[in-house]
């Protein structure tokens, strides 16, 4: 496919943690993004991204001029808006996603919307609960959610942390195929609503 048909997809690590499974969460995930040739995709580390908790003067849903006091919100708002869909890897905190994330999702507002968002998560119930939540959070965002999510469980996440040396097996491989149909849904709801959006940019476009 053409480079500027791809989708650009953008992987969030939602946990900030210095020994966090996150980050091999996302590497599962983009290492299967690149046996499709219809997206670009990227990683985003939060700890990129070091976000004050959220004190701006007003609502990121009245920032309509792109721009922010902050460089780092300013940073974050560009990079977020770069992207056509998302995927948000997530882990469980007391049963919710955790803060650092909901601050990163607080922060912006138009350059989340109308754009497609799937949920890799992990956990003693495969991250379920914190991925009910981001759901909701994300539709306020004006974001599609999609169906399928993956969720990798403790054991799982156990073997990945305990790897010894050598050990060659491949601890991701129940995902993988998994992994195909999560991201075909993503690439189809990533596709209609960037049409949408393009369909609507060039009908109020000056003639
Ligand atoms: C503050 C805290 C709360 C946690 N609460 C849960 C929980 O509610 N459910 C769960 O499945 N795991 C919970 N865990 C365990 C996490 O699943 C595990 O630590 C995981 O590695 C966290 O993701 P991260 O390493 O990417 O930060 C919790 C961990 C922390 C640090």
Redesign the pocket.
Known sequence: MANNDKLKIKII?????K?????K?AQFIFEETKKRDDMNVEIIDLMDYPLPLFNEPISPSRITTGKYDNPVVQKWADKIGEADGYII????????Y?AALKNALDHVYYPWNKKAVGFVA??????A??VEQLREVTIELQMAPIRTGIHIP?QV?MEI?NKKEGDKIDHFLAFRQQAGDFLSQLAWWTRALKNAREAEKSKNAPL
Request: hydrophobic share 30%.
């Open positions: 690590i939602g946990s900030i943690r020994s966090r499974f996150g980050d969460a890897v997530t882990p469980e905190y007391n049963h919710g955790p992990y956990g003693s119930v495969g991250g609960r914190s403790f996440m942390f």
